[in-house]
């Protein structure tokens, strides 16, 4: 039952699932198991704040006649890298068409062709157009079609503006191993914490931007589930993979605006600052080849010229067709008194899409009983070392709708829910100051040295310099109660260091991760993941 009693220290509701996160991956997966469970989503979005919103490409899929799977299966793998696991991308690719036909039926509004049905758009890395989108607001039409269902759900309560402190994690009753028996969750504004107990978890906190100084990514992704699951004994794998998004707005002092692959699909030249078209040079699918190859074409560009940006010249189109093609970003763009089809778009590379995560089976299981992800935090596989465009929100829709089918044939029975010690409310809050000069090194120091090229010594500036920082953290930590800016920053630098350590593990280049000491990958040498759990 949802059901609160007020205990003396905080707030306790259970129910059969806890979902944390209210993107495509947590909301699609409650609409399903509220067929079969009470469900409480917990969230720390703020209208539109959450990077399946953010999302402007769309769905990648095979529905056209001139497609197929296999091809789609192999744009993926190459676009990996080595390191995509075959089998996985064999069942999401194929459950790609189902996937959209479920977004449809739940009210999203794709774009359509009139002589085709749904429009397909063409993005980098992929062969043939199969980009199912919504103008360029993907993430957004089907946010809002998705939440406004889930609203009206009466199985279904969302918490706003709360952040999971902690993972309830003990050992299994019976048999090795950990079991999850729900969340402690924090309110934005200063109050008692709330615990929520369940039968099941699903982790859908999307991914780590803000571990960095430019992303396109909300200012709510600061790798909470990553963090929180590593914390509670969960394996991570792959977090080295940070896919820089090649094309975001350059406006310094305003926030970052991305611009989507899509319009490189729609014949976007990048050009440096003497106006010479170079991507050619680095690669022979020139501005369609897959973002690491664009993101680090554009890093050497800019390092060369010592230039602070290049330019997105999509100036062969005339407004009308851009307008209909890219509203979002023509009218973004036209407020901030830029016209494209008249002026090319000043870019950079930001931090963009975590290709690693918290490891999980097809069905969003993890090594923790009871403890499911899917998403952005979830890794299965499918993406390798490099994500290929718009496979992500196809990853998704299919890990949650797994995920709830996997549930529906039984929620895990842990037992009794052992009786965990309550958080700490001794102390104040933190000069918020503080957190924030903090917050802002770290992200710093993971532009500086762990960005879109690397090198051994980098890596190890970045990990002194982060222990340095957590060091400041427990400190401020000693005197302090637990609260939002305080968890957000430690779920920073935590996801921070474990990319490191992901780092230095791979004595290697692949796909996003390029490291200037060791430039070759050797196709010798069998591909690895870089595996990490917390010492027992």
Known sequence: MLGPHRGRSLESLSCDVLVIGTGIAGLSFALRASRFATVIMATKKEQSASSTNYAQGGIATVLSPTDSFEAHISDTLKAGAGLCREPVVREIVAEGPAAVRDLVEWGVGFSKDSAAGLHLGLEGGHSTPRVVHAGDFTGREIET???????????????????????????????????????????????????????????????????????????????????????????????????FHPTSLYRPGESTFLISEAVRGEGAVLRNQKGEAFMQRYDARAELAPRDVVARAIDQEMKESGSTCVYLDITHKNAVELSARFPNIYEHLRKLGLDMAAEQIPVVPAAHYLCGGV?????????????????????????????????????????????????????????????????????????????????????????????????????????????????????????AAPGYELMELENILSCARLMVECATLRNESRGLHFDSDLPQTDPKRPARDSVLRKAA
């Open 359 to 479: 490891e999980c089976a097809l069905d969003g299981t993890t090594d923790i009983e009871g403890l499911l992800v899917s998403g952005e935090v979830a890794h299965t596989g499918m993406h390798g070392a490099n994500r290929l465009a718009s496979n992500s929100l196809l990853e998704a829709v299919v890990l949650s709708r797994r995920a709830a089918e996997r549930l529906s044939r039984g929620l895990p029975q842990p037992g009794p829910v052992p009786d965990f010690a309550p958080l700490s409310r001794r102390g104040r809050r933190p000069p918020l100051v503080l957190v924030a000069h903090l917050r802002r090194d770290a992200r710093q120091i993971m532009w500086d040295y762990v960005g879109i090229v690397r090198s051994q010594q980098r890596l190890e500036w970045a990990r002194r310099s982060l222990a340095h920082l957590s060091s400041e953290l427990e400190i401020l930590k000693r005197d």
């Open 145 to 243: 079609a998705l939440l406004r269902r889930a609203e009206a759900d009466p199985r279904i309560r969302i918490l706003e503006h709360h952040i999971a402190a902690r993972l309830l994690v003990s050992p299994r009753a019976s048999g090795p191993g950990l079991a999850c028996f729900g969340a402690d969750i924090l309110p934005r504004e200063p109050g008692p914490y709330i615990r929520i107990t369940c039968r099941a978890v699903l982790l859908a906190t999307g991914g780590a931007g803000q571990v960095y100084q430019h992303t396109t990514n909300p200012t709510i992704a600061t790798g909470d589930g990553i963090a929180l699951s590593y914390d509670a004994g969960a394996t991570v794998a792959n977090l080295e993979f940070m896919q």
